[in-house]
């Protein structure tokens, strides 16, 4: 069974410049999360759909960042204009389903780096 | 106060020994409680899932749970140097989105 894919696995941008990231569930998989993992942190939530509808986006900065999940599948995470701060791991999981025993698969990350 | 708190170590041991990983937690709607286990540049990847409070075993790992006390361990024993990782913890409430809430993880680094 492949796993979650991302791409790019990094980059490097400038401040004020933005940026996408890209996301491909496991096949079948219903649910699929974005997660910002700091250095030295443990993963925080941005965004979670259920198929093409947003569940959760209470954490997203949604001044500058934006994801969308077009036909259930894919998904991509924008930001625009980027800051400092946002330099981490970009983390993209899916599941079956949500909530109680939907084991969540992670990909690898994209790790941004803002300077 | 965070929701779920975790030491973030890092915590070094000889291989062999055992090892206690441990997390508290504030919120009592937290039902179910998973170890993922995160190497260096790669996503995490789930090591364990409980439900409530109880003990679960796979192998050298054992997941508890202490729904009392607020309080999950994860034990390690006969510990390996292919165990050095970083140890998330994670839960999950018993309503509303099922977010997955993660602890900040512990570096653990198994010294042969």
């Known amino acids: 069974e492949a796993g979650v894919a991302q791409s790019p696995r990094y980059k490097i941008i400038e401040k004020r410049q933005s940026v996408a990231f890209w996301c491909n569930p496991i096949?079948?998989?219903?649910?699929l999360y974005w997660y910002q993992q700091i250095l030295g942190q443990g993963p925080k939530l941005l965004i979670q759909?259920?198929?093409?509808?947003?569940?959760?986006d209470s954490q997203l900065p949604k001044d500058r960042f934006s994801a969308e999940r077009l036909k259930g599948v894919d998904s991509t995470l924008k930001i625009q204009p980027a800051k400092l701060e946002d330099s981490a791991v970009y983390l993209c999981?899916?599941?079956?389903?949500?909530?109680?025993?939907?084991?969540?698969?992670f990909g690898q990350g994209t790790r941004l780096t803002v300077v | 106060q965070k929701e779920v708190e975790q030491d973030p170590g890092p915590l070094s041991v000889p291989e062999g020994a055992i090892v206690s990983l441990n997390c508290t937690y504030s919120?009592?709607?937290?039902?179910?409680f998973m170890w993922y286990r995160q190497y260096s540049r790669k996503g995490p990847e789930l090591l364990m899932y409980?439900?409530?409070?109880g003990n679960k075993e796979d192998g050298r790992f054992t997941a508890q749970v202490d729904k009392s006390s607020k309080y999950i361990s994860l034990f390690i024993r006969d510990s390996q140097p292919s165990d050095s990782a970083t140890y998330l913890c994670?839960?999950?409430?018993?309503?509303?989105?099922?977010?997955?809430?993660f602890g900040t993880g512990t570096r653990l680094k198994v010294l042969a």
């Open positions: 999981a899916s599941s079956l389903g949500q909530g109680r025993a939907n084991e969540a698969f």
């Open positions: 096949s079948g998989h219903a649910t």
């Open positions: 759909f259920q198929n093409n509808g947003v569940v959760d």
């Open positions: 919120n009592s709607a937290f039902q179910y």
């Open positions: 409980t439900y409530s409070s």
């Open positions: 994670a839960m999950i409430p018993t309503s509303g989105t099922y977010k997955y809430i």
